[in-house]
């Protein structure tokens, strides 16, 4: 019995194991995408990849095309028939652990990772292993909020993996064998990658993790035939003091010392050297200006801000550079001096927003931990509007104290790393959020070498009742159109199609279509692990397909799992 048999009768229950096994042994006999050990390859263009938003037959990157707007063209599953959604296939992997990753389709042809950077490549009619690169990991391997991977990358006949030990990787995309291996950075300092890589004009392009370990964060551009290092990008400038804003983005008070920051700044000089700004999501690129839009996570030490002083740029910043050069352009930031860790983390959308005179003008969005939706003029990163807080505030902006402060949003979130969808036509963003009310304890500590530096906890607070909720805010206006409450907080991320529909995941297992204009409810399916991860969708002929990974997940422990699940309507 192949291996997506298995996993669909571990799901559905014995009764359906030898329906579903000869189904699948069915579809294997009749596929043409390759034998065992290797996949048949269609080269990804770079005009492939300009007009993957085009394309219903393909899911081309990680959030659908650059712009970042996780709108999929394929509407055969539609409001109307989206109750008639059943399994196609289901693939277990050899990992059980986190599984984050926003499956790739190329011509019939999957590709998808799991924790600890393994890559698979499916046959995506039938769910059949075609190759699997299982990653060995070097003999230090330092990392924050779980061993997660998301995702891949292809262009020409290559796969690019950004490992969990800092390594960048091209995998033959017809056999997954390594074609050639760059070391991005140094784990034993702290830096890891579990971000997919973004692949555009002949280079890969990769941000690094490791914001609680005291790292000097970067974006850079490598070369896609050969790994060699481009450009590099320091998300923390030699001069990070910036302005001393008090306030956030949204004019609040941030309750900051300017006088001891300024005293700190004057004995000990500018921390940039240890100063974190991680880069955990793909950049959104415009290819009308030859930008790139991403941003920029938390400072380090996340919760003691005495170290650190003044605004710690780019820290929890939206910045743009130019694609070819990596120079700077612009920059917004949310929050100064953060000691939160409510840092900016999920990926920036392109879209065409109104701007406060309600002109129509090339516009870039972010969801933020705040739980606000942020809108930007992208030609100086300005800020337009913020949305309607899609989560309760509450003690903004309270600093942590050595006992302990009650704060919300937790420092999960709002929108954690999660990506956001968008429908253009309604004018809407579509998000999932957490309800985590946390204790912010600061205790100050020496920078520990490469190790975990966190100045203090951020903890749940027990009693306290935690929630999430799918919400629809139309960015033109800030206003929410609709919300839906869920039982559990929400980590993942969201799928908009031309259907009228959304789709997104719980951590319960609970797999689950929504009418994108009203958020009515239409159709869910139990995954048997937490569904946290970001859904897919292509098209084989004439059937229309969602994928999905059900893993659970590490940072708000959701039952753990290995499943790849395919929906169809027939």
Known sequence: MNRSSIGYAVLLGLAFLTPAASYAQQEVKQDSIGPVGQAKVTPVTQAMLNAADKSATNFLLTNGNYAQTRFHPAKQINRNNVKNLHVAWIFQTDVKESLETSPIVVDGVMYVTTSYSHVYALDAKTGRELWHYNHKMGPITTYCCGPNNRGVQVLNDMVYLATLDAKLIALSAKTGDVVWKTDIADPEL???????PTVVKDKVLIGTNGGEYGIRGFMRAYD??????????????????????????TGRDMHRDIAAEKAVLAKNGDPFA???????QN??????????YFVVGNPSPDLDGSLRPGDNLYTDSLVALDLDTGKYVCHFQYIAHDVWDLDAVSPPVLVNVKDKSGK?????????????????????CSLIRFSDAMVPQENMWV?????????????????????????????LAYAINLHQPMHYRVESSPYPNGKLWLGGAFTAIPGEKQSGNITAV???????????KTPEPMIGG??????????TGEGNGKFAAYDSGSGKELWSFRAGAGVNAPPSSYMLGDRQYIVVGAGGNTQVNFRRGNNIIAFSLD
């Open 190 to 196: 702290g830096y890891s990658e579990t971000m997919a």
């Open 224 to 249: 896609a035939k050969t790994g060699k290092q481009l450009w590099n990008f320091s998300t923390i400038p030699e001069n990070s003091v910036g302005v001393w804003a008090t306030k956030d983005a």
């Open 274 to 280: 240890k100063l974190g700004g991680g880069v955990w």
């Open 283 to 292: 950049p959104a690129v415009d290819l009308a200006t030859n930008r790139i």
């Open 360 to 380: 129509t003008i090339p516009g870039v969005i972010h969801a933020g931990k705040t739980g606000h939706i942020y809108v930007h003029d992208r030609k100086d």
């Open 399 to 427: 600093l942590p104290t050595k006992e302990g402060a009650r704060m919300l949003p937790g420092a999960n979130g709002g929108v954690e790393w999660s990506p956001i969808a968008t429908d253009p036509g309604q004018e």
């Open 474 to 484: 139309n960015y033109n206006t800030g206003k929410i159109k609709w919300q839906v």
């Open 494 to 503: 969201i799928l908009a199609t031309a259907g009228g529909l959304v789709f």
